[in-house]
């Protein structure tokens, strides 16, 4: 249901976006449901320059989308049925429960109201400082450019009104902190903000705020340090810039790669080194409920909690004064196999009819699955299979994870108990 139901938002968006009213005459129904598709999966992969291909009415279509994408189609549904006073039923509260990413239905409906105030106060916050660098340049149509930005952000979608994103603003503390701010709070989770508000000290924090917390921290120094160092002296990413402007560059795009898809360099000039980086960190993505993709940051911490734990011969994981069972070492093994295989699979579909651009289809098939929305340009020169398979990674890369959690999250009793074997590893 929960799929369906994207899909069809996918098909309606598309259709709005085909119509005259929402272009300027040079957008087809496949572009169309390809940009409908990459904003409702928050990705921000785009065919055609959003602020030059597509009208006011298309870019609003092109907000909403993404702000029902990002937040949950069904947060939104169960909002309006409250405003309504009609009570969620359980089948409206199951589906919720998925598409929230949550084991249980107790309490949905505060999360949903968390989640829409969180939205709302950061996206207006957002879009009012902003508008003090749009406004001056643009007058009354910053207003909206403002607006756009920052629902785009928060919701880590990538759309931009400009065809080099915001390259143009490279070196502007105002743009360079107001917008990863804003895809750093989406990211995060809305559990977590939560968790923040009501505990408001960090031993009061659950385990799971304490690991997105420290695992965000940690990956964005790692992807703003080892993007300077591999790019400082490159003339086509930061070698030309300031000093000032190329640590601004190397903060964005070190944070930028957790799924949100702005960029204020050329993506495509980047180094390989720095674009297998980059393609790891969308792989790891965001935070659990929240506007982001990837196997999420919980998921690559637990992963390396078991490793350590593997070399350490222990039998269980610890963290901050918490153990995790082996039931959360299968569920992050089946989810990052399941991952791997998908994004290795559509490299491969891609490169049998596109060879020689081995790097860039790589990188365009792990932003589509991390729903980050980078690109090196290799997104327009695909044929009709390759848009098709992107689509349809950007697709299971948003409503594929909530699928296989509730999968993950179903409890079986074995009726049938075998004797141990042995299989010799390594």
């Not at 629902?151 to 080099?164: C, E, I, Q």
């Not at 508000?197 to 009061?204: E, G, I, N, S």
């Not at 919980?298 to 153990?323: E, I, K």
Request: charged share 10%; proline share 3%.
């Amino acid at each position: 249901m929960l799929g369906l139901l994207y899909l069809v938002f996918i098909v309606i968006g598309g259709l709005l976006l085909w119509l005259p009213v929402s272009h300027h005459g040079d957008i087809g129904l496949s572009e169309a449901l390809f940009t409908s598709t990459s904003a409702v999966t928050v990705t921000g992969l785009v065919l055609a320059d959003t602020g030059a291909a597509f009208t006011g009415f298309g870019q609003a279509v092109i907000a909403l989308l993404i702000q029902f994408g990002g937040l949950g189609l069904m947060t939104f549904a169960v909002l309006v049925l409250s405003a309504l006073g009609i009570p969620v039923g359980m089948p409206q509260r199951l589906i919720l429960r998925e598409d929230l990413n949550q084991t249980s239905i107790s309490n949905l409906t505060v999360l949903v109201r968390v989640i829409i105030v969180v939205a709302l106060v950061c996206e207006g916050v957002g879009a009012l400082l902003l508008a003090f660098v749009f406004v001056p340049e643009y007058g009354l149509n910053g207003i909206w450019q403002a607006i756009f930005h920052s629902v785009s952000a928060f919701n880590n979608a990538g759309f931009a009104l400009h065809p080099d994103s915001l390259s143009q603003w490279v070196g502007n503390p105002l743009i360079n902190i107001v917008i990863t701010l804003l895809f750093i709070m989406g990211g995060i989770g809305f559990i977590v903000v939560g968790d923040i508000y009501q505990a408001r000290r960090w031993r009061q924090l659950t385990l799971h705020s304490k690991l997105m917390l420290v695992g965000t921290a940690f990956l964005i120094v790692w992807g703003c340090v080892w993007f300077a160092l591999l790019e400082w002296t490159n003339p086509a990413t930061l070698g030309n810039l300031s000093v000032g402007d190329k640590l601004w560059a190397s903060w964005f795009q070190g944070v930028t790669p957790r799924t949100a898809g702005f960029n204020t360099i050329d993506t495509a000039g980047m180094h390989d080194s720095t674009t297998v980086m980059t393609m790891t960190l969308m792989l790891v993505g965001g935070g659990s409920t929240s506007t982001a993709g990837g196997i999420k940051v919980t998921t690559f911490a637990v992963l390396l909690l078991a490793t350590v734990a593997f070399f350490r011969r222990q039998t269980t994981l610890h963290a901050f004064g918490r153990a995790l069972g082996v039931e959360e070492v299968l569920k992050v093994l089946a989810l990052t196999m399941i991952s791997m295989l998908l994004v290795l699979s559509g490299i491969f579909v891609t490169a049998i009819s596109h060879d020689g651009q081995f790097l860039d289809l790589a990188f365009e098939v792990t932003s589509a699955f991390g729903t980050v929305g980078l690109s090196r340009g290799a997104t327009g020169e695909l044929d009709g299979v390759g848009r098709a398979l992107i689509m349809v990674i950007m697709f299971i890369g948003r409503v594929g994870p909530l699928a296989l959690g509730f999968f993950l999250a179903t409890r079986t009793v074995p009726r049938v108990k075998y004797p141990p074997g042995q299989v010799y590893l390594g």
